[in-house]
């Protein structure tokens, strides 16, 4: 087949020049991940075999949560080329993790969600993290508490609060994520959320939201009014 040689093609076509002439914008996903790749197979162009890996997981966010043995499934991906793809799927959701501001607002649910996103909807697993916030709401860090499998993840209260005392936080917003992409609670979400809140009362930390990530989506007991929880507005 005359288009499996790509330096055969004319050079605005081919994806690394189409960068330095056109820049990376000007990329589709199949050509920047057709970079990553390097080359395709001997019956495949990288171009064609990146297009049949989108077109197989759907889009960048669910082939981010592939394994490396998915990608090496496919004919010309080895184990060094499937791990690039996975590490620059990782260094995207790392980047987009980061917030421009040092220590930004926690104003709304929405604010809170945008942080934790890119660490918990790639995941095929359940993991719980906490925001840390001052008294006044501002970010301290986020911690990861605890990971789990498919169906769900433990969490001691304890250690929510041992996380919250070490980093001084009067506010904490709990995080956890369905890999399933749904985020309704379960009965367990709530009762765990209940005796937190309790908790925190006694140790004189805020528990300000709950927040359950799913696939483009939340579910916040704050915003549904679970208990009555509330994001101040300074």
């Not at 433990?154 to 041992?162: M, Y």
Request: proline residues 4%; glycine residues 6%; charged residues 25%.
């Amino acid at each position: 087949m005359s288009d499996l040689n790509i330096k055969s093609w004319d050079a605005a076509d081919r994806p690394r020049e189409k960068m330095m002439l056109k820049g990376k914008s000007a990329l589709s996903d199949a050509e920047l991940i057709a970079i990553l790749l390097g080359s395709g197979s001997r019956d495949e162009s990288a171009v064609n075999l990146a297009k049949r890996i989108l077109r197989d997981s759907g889009d960048l966010n669910r082939l981010g949560k592939w394994s490396l043995a998915q990608l090496m499934e496919y004919k010309g991906i080895g184990e060094a080329k499937a791990i690039t793809i996975s590490a620059a799927l990782e260094l995207g959701r790392r980047r987009q993790a980061l917030s421009p501001e040092k220590r930004p607002w926690m104003r709304t649910c929405s604010d809170a969600y945008a942080i934790m996103a890119p660490y918990l909807e790639d995941l095929p697993h359940e993991e719980f993290w906490v925001i840390l916030m001052d008294l006044k709401s501002r970010l301290i860090s986020t911690s990861k508490l605890s990971q789990g499998g498919a169906a769900g993840v433990s969490l001691d209260v304890p250690q929510v609060f041992e996380a919250a005392i070490s980093a001084k936080a009067k506010r904490i917003i709990l995080c956890h994520n369905h890999p399933s992409g749904i985020p309704n609670p379960s009965q367990l979400d709530i009762e765990l959320t209940q005796r937190l809140i309790d908790a925190g009362e006694i140790l004189d930390i805020k528990v300000v939201d709950h927040l359950i990530v799913g696939e483009g989506k939340y579910y916040s007991f704050t915003e549904r009014k679970v208990f009555g929880s509330e994001i101040p507005e300074n």
